[in-house]
């Protein structure tokens, strides 16, 4: 196991799905597609090939792998706060479509992070849905996993699903960080809250195709749908804390505080804020990128917030001017080799984030004026 760069990891995976014949396909926008009503902004990576999945369009090839662009917002209070939650992530998959299934999709996950990235076999656990006999004795008789590194959860945690569309038993691989990260507690172990047992690698056995409201309709073509995140990745194979130590991601954060004129680590409350702009900035420059324009309304809004919520951070660092407009500069140099779309709309990128951030400060000096005439006259009038 040696320290391997984000961007290294992710060219190791492509390539290594691309040796067993799998096509790869460059990342879908985060725009999802017209005719995808259930999602504002595609969340994983599966959910641009739903139609593939369920057999309603032919996909360009049976085996697909992707670095697939993501964004979730539901978590967004904690970003910045805690070492899990960022608003965008990068998601390494390898699909089937009615082609191979479980005994292939677990070999090869267990090829590609014992032999190509050597993580030691001692420090890795997996996890299988409580009914799922078959994934079990596959992980044990065939890819020969010692039975007592085997864990069995309930639906929760090992049966996939978001929203409507195919879902189903997953087995879940993780990784031990070492007692130093536990929570101490007797009863840790996989599946604990504490950070010492970090899943990074899920495989999806697709064999549903759910409404979203408890229904399931067996599949006549199971699918494999895996899912990786790659920054979580990286923080293994760098030993590091979180996605903000990670190499690609700490450079931009790096400028932020070069422009803050701040140290990180130095202080709590304006390391959250370092956090916050460094996350923000990533969603906001790739979701511009894809066509996505700050609104008021639907999934500009959630650009609009996003940008606004960084500059608001960036004031609380002693920020006063449109920065985050540079800062882009830094995501598109640390992610011109996976994403060559952002060298070319580099110029649209930065005038629509720093007219954007222009217009929040307009914004906050018109109400700190209000807010200052409110204050004048109370006084006078004491």
């Not at 739903?50 to 917002?73: A, H, N, S």
């Not at 899990?84 to 299934?101: A, C, W």
């Not at 639906?155 to 195919?166: A, H, L, Q």
């Not at 830094?330 to 951030?357: F, G, M, S, W």
Request: charged share 25%.
């Amino acid at each position: 196991m040696e320290w391997t760069g984000l961007n290294e990891l992710r060219e190791k995976f492509l390539s290594f799905f691309e040796s067993k014949e799998h096509l790869r396909l460059p990342s879908f926008p985060l725009m999802p597609s017209a005719d995808e009503a259930s999602l504002l902004l595609i969340n994983s990576g599966m959910a641009p090939m739903k139609k593939w999945f369920l057999g309603l369009e032919t996909p360009p090839r049976r085996r697909v792998t992707t670095c697939q662009k993501c964004i979730r917002t539901p978590d967004i209070e904690n970003v910045g706060k805690t070492a899990r939650h960022g608003t965008y992530f990068e998601m390494l998959g390898n699909f089937s479509f009615g082609d191979y299934f479980k005994h292939e999709a677990t070999a090869w996950a267990w090829e590609f992070i014992t032999k190509t990235l050597e993580l030691p076999v001692d420090r890795l656990w997996v996890s299988v849905y409580e009914d799922d006999d078959e994934a079990e004795q596959i992980w044990t008789k065939q890819v020969g996993v010692d039975p007592s590194r085997i864990v069995r959860l309930g639906k929760e945690d090992n049966f996939w699903e978001i929203g409507s569309g195919p879902c189903g038993p997953c087995s879940e691989i993780y990784f031990d960080r070492g007692e130093q990260y536990g929570c101490g507690k007797p009863t840790c172990g996989v599946g604990c809250d504490c950070d010492r047992y970090v899943e990074f690698w899920n495989l999806v056995f697709s064999q549903f195709d759910g409404d979203g409201n408890g229904h399931y309709e067996r599949m006549e073509h199971p699918n494999i749908d895996t899912g990786m995140g790659l920054e979580r990745l990286a923080c293994i194979m760098q030993g590091v804390d979180n996605l903000f130590e990670v190499d690609t991601v700490q450079n931009i954060l790096k400028h932020v505080a070069r422009i803050a004129g701040v140290e990180y680590h130095a202080d709590a409350k304006t390391d959250v804020s370092l956090r916050v702009i460094t996350d923000h900035i990533r969603s906001t420059t790739f979701m511009v990128s894809d066509g996505i324009l700050p609104q008021n309304e639907g999934r500009g809004y959630v650009l609009r917030r996003l940008l606004r919520r960084a500059a608001r951070h960036g004031r609380l660092l002693g920020i006063h001017e449109p920065f985050l407009y540079q800062v882009c500069e830094t995501v598109i140099q640390e992610n011109t080799n996976a994403y060559p779309e952002l060298v070319e709309h580099r110029d649209y990128i930065t005038k629509v984030i720093k007219v954007e951030e222009e217009r929040f400060a307009r914004t906050i000096d018109q109400g700190m004026e209000l807010l200052s005439a409110i204050i004048d006259k109370i006084d006078s009038e004491m």
